[in-house]
């Protein structure tokens, strides 16, 4: 591998994972105000990135979700998780009024098909960010935990893809699994948190 080779990998790998925790409160997940949580730092993003992958819609999208950035409910059962991160240009400008639209299934890998359980959009922010406040969804026959997601910039094409979890058994036998959509987590005081920074070709 050539010198410019590795560069742009190890750029790639700090994208992806980060190199250092910040600090983040959570207090919709029951914890006091200002308990903190750690989660992996902003990667640093480097001209000319990829963008992210597209992945098939699925037959379960329901159009004019409600908005919000939560996606809990009374009665919802299952492990808590905030997935966060940005939404960018492959030039690393931050996408201001990006939407996302997110659907999944709920624990025992069963999606709402009459109403709007599970499922939500929202636009990121004067910094290109977004939260979601969500469960780790189940796994059903043929596939692994993934979260559906359309993110589309203002006046721009819409990118469908899904987000994965690592370190799943099911991972290497979905063939729709791509390691480059994996979200990076971590896991403190039994409160799990997820980190994805979409590439839009813009």
């Known amino acids: 591998m050539q010198n410019d080779d590795r560069a742009h990998a190890r750029r790639k790998f700090l994208r992806r994972w980060g190199a250092l925790p910040v600090v983040v409160a959570l207090p919709a997940w029951g914890a006091h105000a200002g308990d903190p949580r750690e989660l992996i730092a902003t990667p ?32 919802l059962q299952g492990t808590r998780i905030l997935v966060s991160g940005l ?14 639209d997110f659907w999944q299934c709920d624990n025992h890998g069963a999606y709402d098909n009459s109403g709007y359980r599970l499922r939500g959009h929202q636009f990121t922010d004067s910094t290109g960010s977004y939260r979601l406040e969500t469960i780790v969804p189940g796994v059903y026959p043929g596939r692994t935990r993934h979260i559906h997601v359309k993110v589309q ?7 469908t893809t899904q987000l994965y979890f690592p ?18 987590t971590t896991d403190a005081g039994g409160t799990t948190a997820g980190r994805f920074d979409f590439v839009l070709k813009i």
């Open 87 to 100: 939404v960018l240009s492959t030039h690393c400008e931050p996408v201001v009024g990006a939407l996302l």
């Open 153 to 159: 910039a203002p006046g721009r094409a819409v990118l």
């Open 167 to 184: 370190g799943e058994p099911e991972n290497q036998r979905d063939f729709l699994f791509q390691e480059a959509l994996l979200l990076a």
């Open 44 to 75: 640093a993003c480097s001209e000319g990135e990829e963008p992210t992958l597209r992945q098939v819609e699925g037959p379960f999208f329901k159009p004019r979700s409600p908005e919000r950035t939560s996606l809990l409910g009374a009665g």
